[in-house]
């Protein structure tokens, strides 16, 4: 089956740091990824989408220079939060569509900022 | 407006005790319609696709089934390690290729 990494798995910062977050899909390209936000017992919150050699689109409330996000190659994506506040605390999940329009997660990144 | 809606938002059963999880949905046009297994902490799970009313697919003790309306996710003798948060989610005949989360059902199975 299709598999989706992220890096790092937790990772705990400094308020003011930036925090860097990759998605790889491992066995197949995608040319569309996703970036969603999680909270405690809650659905999931689509942030951006991601796609490869162009700028992402980001939802309505969700800071363009804030999250920045790079889908640098078919496999690759990223997602920087800059400055990152205690508000920013977060389970952050990517997702990577495949050519038949499935969309398989990576295991999430669980962010603290102290 | 597109919408999908889940029930129960939870279920307890006792293993061995077959039960149904039930995913409406309002949309102008399905593409279609994603289940995925959730547990606490990590990544929602692929399960199955699909396309078309009248579909239906299998795995292991899962079976997922489909209208023009809802999708029904039927766990037949289920175990403990089937407990988690089961998530449907439609994609919409737009170009946006974004999926519309149903808020989930989640599902604890007692030994």
């Known amino acids: 089956g299709a598999v989706v990494s992220q890096h790092p798995s937790r990772v705990i910062c400094k308020s003011g740091t930036s925090v860097k977050i990759e998605c790889r899909s491992l066995?197949?390209?995608?040319?569309?990824m996703f970036w969603y936000r999680q909270f405690p017992k809650k659905s999931l919150m689509l942030m951006a989408t991601s796609n490869e050699g162009s700028k992402a689109t980001y939802e309505q409330g969700v800071e363009k220079d804030k999250f920045l996000i790079n889908h640098a190659s078919l496999t690759l994506s990223t997602l920087t939060v800059t400055s990152a506040h205690p508000e920013d605390s977060s389970f952050y999940i990517c997702?990577?569509?495949?050519?038949?329009?499935?969309?398989?997660f990576g295991p999430g990144t669980r962010l603290t900022v102290l | 407006e597109d919408q999908v809606t889940q029930s129960p938002e939870a279920l307890r059963l006792q293993e061995g005790e077959s039960s149904s999880l039930n995913c409406s949905y309002t949309v102008s046009g399905l593409r279609g319609l994603f289940w995925y297994r959730q547990d606490p902490g990590k990544g929602p799970e692929f399960l199955f696709t699909?396309?078309?009313a009248g579909e239906e697919k299998e795995k292991e003790r899962l079976k997922a089934t489909l209208t023009k309306k809802e999708s029904f996710l039927h766990i037949t003798a289920p175990k403990p390690e089937d407990s988690a948060t089961y998530l449907c989610a439609v994609l919409p005949m737009d170009s946006s290729y974004k999926l519309i989360f149903g808020s989930g059902t989640r599902l604890l199975v007692r030994p």
């Open positions: 066995d197949f390209q995608a040319t569309t």
């Open positions: 997702s990577a569509m495949d050519r038949y329009n499935e969309q398989f």
């Open positions: 699909l396309y078309s």
